[in-house]
């Protein structure tokens, strides 16, 4: 049975399908239908209805340009409810939208580091703190194997952590620890999950959604690091309610923040910009003076640090997008730039056949008039 959907009104008559996108491979979509779905008396209908369907994308949307992404609400057109098929016909407006990874209407990040197996490193937790602070999404912070070290240890980074303006949750996957509680606070919103390689990751995904069945790898032994075992971005039902997305793993994230910015990515600092104001509208918090920001708090050289990175990485976006540059910054649809040479001059340039070819009849011809 074969249900048509679009540009049919709303009424009590006519079909209504909608989803959530949940995975996206290669030009395919699993979409888990809304209820209720409401459709017109029929037949050979499957009892019970389909809770997922298998989708492709009409080609109107790759015209406009439209992509389909992880998290996204769509609409469903000519949906073969006994085949377990349909076709995604419009995507409904985004609350929110990731580049890295590529998801929709997300709420929360769910950063997971570990405490030992690898040693937490705080630059490496500023670094992914400050990437997850600038998707202006709401930020949790969940420590695993909090069972590998003494408690006055957990205190101290419990201490520590608060003083950098967050309260993490301490869990044990290993020993069930702390995860009753992290389940509540995940409970009917979209999570994204990310994190270095070998923090626990994907176990603590499979014991919140046992169906997931995520692989698992060891951490190195010689690099002190976790291998990557998550290949693609997929939300999962979370038994409770709501979804959670596994990322793969990543040890260094892009950070790319405008200088200006930086600033209000780190919650001490924002606290501080709300205490007093800078002399300067403009102020990077370095060395101006009348500073509000610049000041003895733990993680000021993180930020003057990645403060540098953010100008560097500015100049060199001005210098190479310029008509003078040998390079030039190509924009990929999922928003990430790229660099790549500008052949401009006529030597790189490959000549034609037809200019080759005239080419070699002109040097015939003057061979010609020279002949006695």
């Known amino acids: 049975m074969i249900l048509t959907v679009a540009n049919l009104p709303e009424s009590d008559e ?3 399908l909608t989803g959530t996108v949940l995975a996206v491979q290669a030009n ?3 979409v888990e239908l809304h209820p209720p779905i409401r459709m017109v008396a029929s037949q050979n209908l499957p009892s019970p209805l389909p809770q997922f369907l298998l989708c492709t994308r009409r080609s109107r949307l790759k015209k406009i340009g439209q992509q389909v992404m992880v998290g996204d609400r769509v609409a469903i057109d000519e949906a073969d409810l006994v085949g377990q098929r349909g076709a995604i016909s419009s995507v409904f407006p985004r609350q929110s939208e990731l580049d890295r990874p590529p998801i929709a209407n997300a709420d929360r990040i769910l950063l997971v580091f570990a405490l030992e197996e690898p040693t937490l490193d705080p630059h490496q937790l500023t670094r992914f703190l400050v990437k997850a602070e600038s998707t202006g999404l709401q930020v949790s912070l969940c420590l695993n194997k909090s069972d590998l070290v003494p408690l006055p240890e957990r205190q101290q980074w419990q201490q520590r952590l608060q003083s950098w303006g967050y309260q993490p949750l ?3 996957v290993q020993q069930d620890e702390g995860l009753p509680e992290l389940k ?11 994190g270095p390689s070998g923090v626990g990751k994907s176990s603590l995904i499979n014991h919140l959604i046992p169906e997931a069945h995520l692989r698992v790898a060891a951490v190195s032994g010689k690099l002190g690091r976790g291998r990557h075992t998550t290949r693609h971005v997929e939300l999962f039902k979370l038994p409770g309610g709501g979804l959670l997305a596994d990322t793969p793993g990543f040890n260094q994230p892009e950070l790319n923040a405008i200088p200006t910015q930086l600033a209000n990515y780190f919650p001490e600092a924002r606290q501080l910009q709300a205490v007093n104001s800078c002399q300067f509208a403009n102020c990077l918090h370095g060395d101006e003076p009348n500073c509000a920001v610049s000041g ?3 993680r000021y050289g993180d930020y003057l640090e990645l403060l540098h990175e953010a100008i560097e990485h500015q100049e060199f976006l001005h210098h190479h997008s310029n008509n003078e540059s040998t390079l030039k910054v190509k924009t990929k649809r999922s928003g990430k730039s790229e660099y790549e040479p500008r052949l401009e001059s006529k030597k790189y340039r490959r000549i034609s056949r037809r200019f080759q070819h ?7 011809s003057e061979e010609l008039e020279e002949e006695p």
């Open 170 to 172: 301490f869990i044990s």
């Open 14 to 16: 006519a079909p209504l």
């Open 296 to 298: 003895d708090w733990e």
């Open 358 to 364: 005239q080419h070699l009849h002109d040097l015939e």
């Open 28 to 30: 395919y979509y699993r």
């Open 184 to 194: 509540t606070e995940l409970a009917n919103q979209i999570t994204v999950i990310c």
